[in-house]
């Protein structure tokens, strides 16, 4: 039976991994359009584009690993059915357990997969895109310099750049800062950068000159080679980085720090989360069965399986809508937290059953076959 075993594996896996493939590059394409704002208005780098979109792909994993299965095992079944190679190992004496004990393991490594993902991939990539959004959010080329356009912090602080490039590098410069009574100061240069100095932003502008209105009323005028200028006088930012449930590893979900308000108030939610990250690898196993059961729980039909698979779909569909139902619910009430593992163990103990009655209901018939042809043998 090992090699019976190796060859439904080999036939399983490829698949499998086809749709784990095919669904992760169509995440891809979403997530890296929904961060385009990245590059086109925050003026980011390819490379931060790239790490934002490929950090959150942990987080899709609890969803795109369930269809993968489920949509790769049927493949693989439907071919095998199609072919009567399921009906030839079935013809030789092996049970629909038997033959689904394989496809079974496989439900269960992506379970053990998904669920080491959840529990330590997860939260150390959402922590790293959560610390690269923030500083892109607090960068002062990304949120007060805007390139061709006259930009005014709440400061009053006015700065102008006419481009940026690739490297940060600052074309064309114009800043106005306010002063007390009036007294402006204004700088022109031909390029600068922004650097940080001890915690400071720092603009090191080159080849410019610098305005400013005296005590008389004239305007005195300098240049310069190289000037220094702290912007970070003129722009503050009341932004702090703070991790989400999303963001925290398991045992701060369950054993919050109840001392920290904002924990505190939020600690239904916390746990809820931490409930979702255990119950949430069972769904490989659930869909691994529904599509089991979606081809070998009824009937070989030559015209196929169609809308046998399509309800057993639907029932799919309506299992994780309901999981995702129950997380929001447990959000709210601890006690909530049951439905978040009742809801994929339901259908895991149901197919199984299936499973069972079906070989069950095919060791009775054969023994009424060969009891019928033991009584026919004497007569003969």
């Not at 904002?262 to 916390?270: A, I, M, P, S």
Request: glycine share 8%; proline share 3%.
């Amino acid at each position: 039976m090992r090699i019976l075993d190796r060859y439904i594996f080999r036939q399983l896996i490829v698949p499998v991994l086809g749709a784990v493939a095919a669904l992760t590059a169509i995440a891809l394409l979403s997530q890296s359009l929904s961060q385009f704002d990245l590059i086109v208005e925050r003026g980011q780098s390819a490379w931060t584009f790239m790490r934002v979109t490929l950090l959150s792909l942990p987080q899709l994993a609890g969803l795109i690993f369930p269809i993968a299965i489920f949509v790769g095992t049927l493949i693989a079944l439907t071919r095998l059915q199609s072919e009567h190679e399921i009906t030839a190992v079935r013809a030789a004496g092996s049970s629909l357990m038997r033959l689904a004990s394989p496809m079974i393991r496989i439900g269960v490594w992506f379970a053990l997969i998904s669920l080491v993902s959840n529990l330590f991939l997860q939260p150390l990539t959402a922590r790293a895109m959560r610390g690269e959004m923030f500083r892109i959010r607090n960068d002062l080329i990304s949120s007060l310099v805007k390139e061709g356009a006259f930009s005014t912090a709440s400061s009053g602080l006015t700065i102008y750049v006419q481009r940026i490039d690739q490297n940060g590098l600052l074309r064309q410069i114009f800043i106005r800062t306010p002063e007390a009574n009036g007294k402006d100061r204004t700088y022109v240069a031909s390029e600068g950068k922004i650097s940080n100095v001890d915690g400071a932003n720092i603009l090191i502008m080159r080849r410019g000159s610098t305005q400013q209105v005296n005590d008389s009323g004239a305007i005195t005028n300098a240049t310069f080679d190289e000037t220094s200028f702290d912007v970070s006088r003129y722009f503050s930012s009341d932004d702090f980085l703070h991790y989400k449930e999303g963001d925290r590893y398991i045992h701060e979900l369950f054993f919050p720090n109840i001392a920290l308000d904002w924990e505190k108030g939020n600690r239904t939610k916390l746990q809820a989360e931490g409930h979702a990250r255990l119950a949430g690898p069972l769904y490989n196993l659930t869909f691994m069965l529904l599509a089991i059961v979606a081809v070998l729980g009824g009937q070989f039909r030559r015209g196929g399986y169609g809308q046998r698979i399509a309800a057993v779909a639907g029932i799919a569909a309506v299992v994780r809508i309901l999981g995702i139902a129950a997380e929001t619910a447990s959000a709210g009430s601890v006690v909530m937290n049951v439905l978040q593992y009742a809801v994929p163990i339901i259908p895991i103990v149901i197919c199984l059953r299936l499973l069972h009655k079906r070989d069950s209901k095919r060791g009775l018939a054969r023994s009424q076959r060969m009891s019928t042809l033991e009584t026919l043998r004497p007569a003969a």
